[in-house]
């Protein structure tokens, strides 16, 4: 098991290398000067030229590069010029308001899209099947900043359930002491039940957001994996011993079609992580997707790089949680490994 | 035959319907099994034997359709009961085994605990029960080391253990009846003799009858009390096997004979059935459908319907029989 993780985790040292290259040389290469959007419109040029030399944009671009990486080594991912905070810091607390969203979106979609399939599936073409079709087709088919908007609408517009979509917690509310950073769970380690209400009813929109905007790949890829297992020997075998429906559809079926729907996920994620960036503005969620696209707008460059680095990271991290879920369900591939 | 037989299958037609027409898999089939007897049923690929098993286990996906017949098993009528009935009765009183031992595990569960599934769900017993009783049928299916195997995964067992920890499944609670579904058929030369001397071990010492699906007419002979002979979806031949050995009577059963190698008899004298077996989507299938393969065929043979006479305990199914 160690020595698993210990390879995996140098087996994404090339990617994470090659991250930081590509996003050095991206935001280099993307149009837009930060030393004139940080002097302001007012500024002269000597006063642009001068704060060139600081930011040391007037190097050549592998001088920049290699102050880049040396800052790096010492885990210094560079000054934010528009929030004047270093990146670190700005990212330290952003990202758990982002990781908090997307983890419960991609909860929400399991939870309803693994059901959905599986009630598909045993009923192949019947009006289950074809509802549970509608709804993944709807949900993926609509932008998500659509429906946010439209949730918002209907929620917190028309029927007031909801609160105004501002953030992680209402305006009275006070953040818990921080732990692990997600509201939900701070809030109820800290005993705090009214800030964790409070911040479950802020979360629910954008992260349903999030969900129906999942729960289609989830869906299908449920359905289709559940009717090729319900159809194998194996089945067959356990319904001539006799075995009850529920042990054979949950227990048989549904843990070996598990497999590639845990392997779904990994994409899936990653399609949250991009759809995160609308929801974000949508709700006024304080994480690191509006982070990112405020940065890019103002040609600020560490963010950005920052940014790139911080999902690059998440995401080796969480395929490297999903091998390790499919190892625990498959005993195959743990002899394998 | 003063007592009625524990299985009985009368005139059970199966079709399938698929794309490209409709399947006449079984037509008007008929046999029985007595309690503790064992039935080979025999027959080249095709003819019905596995779509008879399913049938009679009501297992039989949903594009098959049964129009006719009637199954009796101990008493029950088959085709009438309920899921919850049939539910209730496989595993417990009629199981069956299978041709792929592997493929008919569940590949993410230890072994023991499949066996031990059965016994929570037919034997009325609590985990801790179900989960020693497991070690023991792996005992008795003569795994070596039962309680270290019973946490084993199905991949990390040769197939001849599958196919032991399949039997141990099928007679986990009893049966009255087994069904074998080509049991050996994915099995290495050596462990087919084993394992069929399994089954039928263990069938004797529980008096339990089994159906022996096989297209192997040499190892029903050996095998088997009784042979029923298949062909294209009809019962051809059905006798004793001592009756059935000593003197075939239906053309086909003669051919598969000559076909099966045995001690003594040179390649070159295995002889082959000419012609394959007719497309059964075909509307018109003649009465015979072995009549095209068939070097006895009479101008008779045509003309609907197909005899099936039965005399002295045999049935056979042909105009003009040896």
């Keep these: 098991m160690f020595g698993l993780l210990a390879r995996r985790l140098a087996a994404a040292l090339p990617t994470l290398a090659g991250v930081i290259v590509v996003t050095f040389l991206m935001t280099r290469a993307l149009p837009g000067d930060p030393a004139a959007y940080f002097a302001g419109p007012a500024a002269t040029r000597e006063a642009v030229e001068e704060i060139r030399r600081q930011l040391g944009l007037d190097q050549p671009l592998w001088v920049q590069f290699g102050d880049y990486l040396a800052d790096l080594a010492r885990g210094d991912l560079g000054l934010s010029i528009t929030t004047g905070q270093p990146v670190l810091a700005d990212i330290a607390q952003r990202l758990p308001a982002s990781a908090e969203l997307t983890l419960i979106g991609l909860l929400i979609a399991a939870g309803f899209g693994v059901p959905m399939g599986v009630a598909a599936a045993l009923r192949p073409n019947s009006w289950v099947d074809h509802l549970c079709r509608v709804i993944a087709t709807a949900g993926v088919s609509l932008p998500t900043f659509f429906t946010g908007l439209l949730l918002v609408y209907v929620f917190y517009y028309q029927l007031g359930w909801a609160p105004a979509p501002l953030g992680r917690l209402d305006a009275f509310s006070s953040p818990p002491p921080q732990v692990t950073g997600f509201y939900l769970i701070d809030s109820l380690l800290a005993g705090d039940i009214e800030t964790f209400t409070g911040a479950a009813a802020q979360l629910a929109l954008p992260a349903l957001t999030l969900g129906i905007f999942a729960l289609a790949p989830i869906a299908r890829m449920t359905r289709g994996s559940m009717l090729s297992v319900l159809s194998s020997d194996f089945i067959r075998a356990a319904r001539a011993a006799g075995l009850s429906g529920n042990t054979i559809v949950i227990r048989y079926a549904l843990r070996n079609a598990l497999l590639p729907v845990v392997t779904t996920l990994g994409m899936v994620l990653s399609f949250l992580l991009g759809a995160n960036v609308l929801v974000e503005k949508v709700f006024a969620w304080p994480g690191i997707g509006s982070y990112a696209i405020e940065a890019l707008i103002a040609s600020d460059y560490a963010p950005v790089q920052g940014f790139v680095m911080a999902m690059a990271i998440l995401y080796v991290a969480l395929n490297l949680v999903i091998d390790l879920a499919y190892q625990a369900i498959d005993p195959r591939v743990r002899i394998e490994a | 035959m003063s007592q009625p037989p524990l299985l009985s299958v009368e005139d059970l037609s199966v079709e399938f319907r698929t794309r490209s027409g409709t399947v006449r898999a079984l037509e008007a089939i008929s046999f ?106 792996l005992a008795e299916v003569g795994i070596p080391e039962p309680s270290r195997r019973a946490k084993a995964y199905p991949f990390e067992l040769s197939g001849g253990m599958c196919q032991r920890i399949g039997i141990a499944i099928a007679l986990a609670c009893r049966p009255a009846l087994l069904i074998a579904d080509e049991p050996t058929t994915g099995l290495d030369v050596t462990t087919q003799a084993t394992i069929m001397d399994l089954v039928s071990e263990l069938g004797r010492a529980r008096g339990m009858a089994t159906m022996l699906i096989t297209h192997d007419l040499g190892l029903a002979t050996e095998r088997c009390d009784r042979v029923v002979v298949m062909h294209a979806g009809h019962v051809v031949e059905d006798a004793p096997t001592a009756a059935l050995f000593a003197a075939p009577r239906h053309p086909y059963t003669a051919r598969l004979f000559a076909a099966t190698p045995r001690p003594g008899l040179a390649l070159s004298e295995i002889s082959t059935i000419p012609g394959g077996l007719p497309d059964l989507r075909r509307d018109d299938l003649p009465p015979c459908r072995f009549s095209t393969r068939c070097d006895r065929r009479r101008d008779a043979c045509d003309a609907p319907p197909l005899p099936r006479v039965t005399h002295q305990g045999r049935l056979v199914a042909c105009h003009n029989p040896l």
Excluded: C, W
């Design chain 2, 32 to 137: 029985a099994i007595a309690r503790g007897e064992t039935v080979g049923v025999v027959g080249e690929s095709g003819s019905g034997k596995s779509v008879t098993a399913y049938t009679v286990m009501r297992l039989l996906d949903d594009a098959a359709r049964i129009t006719s017949g009637r199954i009796m098993f101990g008493g029950l009528d088959m085709l009438g009961a309920d899921a919850g009935t049939l539910a209730e009765l496989r595993g417990r009183e009629l199981s069956m085994i299978f041709q792929n031992p592997r493929a008919s595990l569940n590949p993410i569960r230890r072994v023991g605990q499949q066996i031990a599934d059965v016994l929570l769900r037919h034997a009325n017993v609590g985990a801790k029960e179900a989960g020693e009783r497991a070690v023991a049928l």
